[in-house]
């Protein structure tokens, strides 16, 4: 059962890895950001299609996620693919360190979002990757129900 986080602004989600992965356990972390980062993620810019997040030495990163310099950002502007660091309790650090070393996981990012109070935080998704045939069977089963929900709603 996934908790529902309060997502007011979703600003980037990774819609792949809900085809890639099996997605078992779902974190919400804080992402320590520069200011021009936090600029350019108001304006809706930022991707993580190829990031992934990994824990290194009790801290967890977000490594390859981009966040393009800011418009109106002067010399101190911010590099784009820099590791940010993302704000974990220290139990779900080891929890996720446990499940990547022991159970072979792997933390993928699933969204960069703004809650309730202004603050941007990274939803990540403990999850094991998913087989060939996984894959086929969860497009057969998506075509399936929206088939069934065509024909409902045909005869409805």
Known sequence: MSKAFNKVKVVADNRRAHYDY????????GIVLQGTEVKALRNSEGSIKESYATV?????????????EYSHGNRLNHETRRPRKLLLHQREIN???????????????????FN???KAKVELGLAKGKKV???RQA??????????????????
């Open 133 to 135: 045939h996984d894959k």
């Open 56 to 68: 290194e030495d009790g801290e967890a990163w977000l490594i390859n996620s981009h966040i393009p």
């Open 22 to 29: 099996a997605i078992e356990e779902r974190f919400e972390a």
């Open 95 to 113: 929890k996720m360190m446990g499940a990547v070393q022991r159970q072979g996981m792997t933390l993928v990012p699933l969204s960069i979002y």
């Open 116 to 118: 309730g109070e202004g």
């Open 139 to 156: 497009i057969k089963d998506r075509d399936w129900k929206r088939q069934q929900a065509r024909i409902l709603r045909d005869r409805g």
